[in-house]
């Protein structure tokens, strides 16, 4: 299972990797393709409008081929969107692109993050996104050095088009150690993951409450991700490169917060790291509202990576406790869809608000996003902490 888990961990990189490209290079996409500023917000909403449909039917897809066909196909998938947007001639052509590359990650997550919750401790769910971090970070500093040339945004995707490509080629050769551990553990997953429909699954009390703060959470970290770039270069006039990086900083924060969070998490329990992670962001959030000078909104890009680094994994790890193991594998599809709806509308939503008013509403923007997560999130673990004490009681 140590090996399985080093595995499972590369495949969170390919995860990561495409995850902050768009929002990095944006600034040079938009004038290189003589595109409008909003466009970007309606080519991630497409990404992630395929990586809720694929999340949906995630459940069903693992147990009719396997954790590990589902991830091998899906990186291939995502690594031959990075490679078409190398080519595109007009913004058209990233819209066809944006497709296959949000249906590639959607079922492979769902399914990393059911396998891992059901069958590691916490502290493995905090570096497995660490990992997923080690591969956002990467995708804007790589992209940072090829800014500076003619067309460098091309020569970035085309990079990390082909280093996706290869840790396909390692997933395709390590499949028999998929098979060997799927015979090993298929009687706890017949027990643990009935085949339960969406709709069964949203009945189970509570799983609304849950569904909203992954909505928010994941409003706040696309948003970031996606604008902080822009932010950086049409605000404080930061040149693109120097922002490209800023916003590499982000993920690094996010990198090393879930590092040190899976140490913690042996410790400290999930739902304390959240309301941390939360109350970080807040601070982040309201750093990069302040007027001040250039290098404070780095710092407030970093909190805010900080602030979200233990929040989802400790979400997601919650999932057995929170709604019985049983029932985690469709509910992880769930969460994983909402989490994507919510990446999906804020993005644009907040480049259709800038292009009305301005770019300066950015950091207003999250902190709605951030303070409507930590309300939802306390009141879900109010409900579940009573159900529980009622429970213990009968």
Not at 48 to 60: E, F, P, W
Not at 131 to 145: C, E, H, L, V
Not at 191 to 216: D, H, T
Not at 322 to 337: D, H, K, P, T, V
Request: with cysteine; glycine share 8%; net charge positive.
């Amino acid at each position: 299972m140590t090996t399985l888990l080093v595995i499972i961990y590369l495949s969170f990189i390919s995860l990561g990797l495409p995850d902050s490209l768009l929002g990095s290079a944006w600034p040079i996409i938009q004038k290189d393709l003589a595109t409008t500023f909003s466009i970007a917000g309606y080519i991630s909403m497409t990404t992630c409008a395929g990586t809720v449909i694929s999340s949906l039917i995630s459940n069903r897809m693992v147990l009719k081929f396997g954790t590990g066909k589902v991830t091998f196909v899906s990186v291939v998938m995502t690594g031959l969107a990075l490679l078409g947007c190398t080519f595109a001639p007009n913004v058209l052509f990233l819209f066809a692109m944006a497709l296959p590359l949000g249906l590639g990650a959607g079922s492979v997550d769902a399914a990393l993050n059911n396998f891992v919750a059901l069958h590691y401790e916490s502290k493995h769910m905090s570096w497995l996104h660490c990992f997923w971090g080690i591969g956002a970070t990467a995708g804007p500093a790589i992209m940072s050095i090829f800014l500076l040339s003619q067309g460098g945004w091309r020569k970035g995707y085309l990079t990390i088009a082909i280093l996706q490509l290869s840790l396909a080629l390692l997933l395709f050769f390590t499949l028999p150690l998929w098979n060997r551990s799927t015979n090993r553990t298929s009687i706890i997953d017949a027990v643990q993951q009935k085949p339960i429909s969406n709709r069964e699954a949203m009945k189970i009390p509570y799983v609304k409450l849950a569904l909203v703060s992954f909505i928010f959470f994941c409003a706040t970290e696309l948003t970031t991700g996606l604008w902080s770039s822009s932010y950086l270069v049409s605000v404080k006039q930061v040149s693109p490169a120097i922002a490209a990086r800023w916003a590499a900083y982000f993920y690094a924060g996010i990198t090393g917060g879930r590092f040190i969070s899976g140490f913690l998490s042996i410790k400290v329990k999930s739902p304390t790291l959240i309301r941390i992670g939360q109350l970080i962001c807040v601070i982040g959030a309201i750093t990069l509202m302040l007027p001040l000078p250039a290098y404070f909104s780095m710092i407030g890009i970093i909190l805010l990576g900080l602030g979200t680094s233990p929040i989802y994994p400790s979400m997601l790890h919650e999932t057995p406790n929170r709604f019985g193991a049983e029932n985690s594998g469709a509910i992880m599809g769930l969460q994983m869809a909402f989490a994507y709806i919510g990446s999906t509308f804020a993005p644009p939503l907040m480049g259709a608000i800038a292009s009305i008013t301005t770019i300066k509403i950015f950091p207003y923007f999250l902190l709605l996003c951030v303070l409507t997560m930590l309300i939802t999130s306390e009141i879900l673990q109010k409900k579940i902490v009573s159900k529980n004490r009622v429970n213990i009681i009968e």
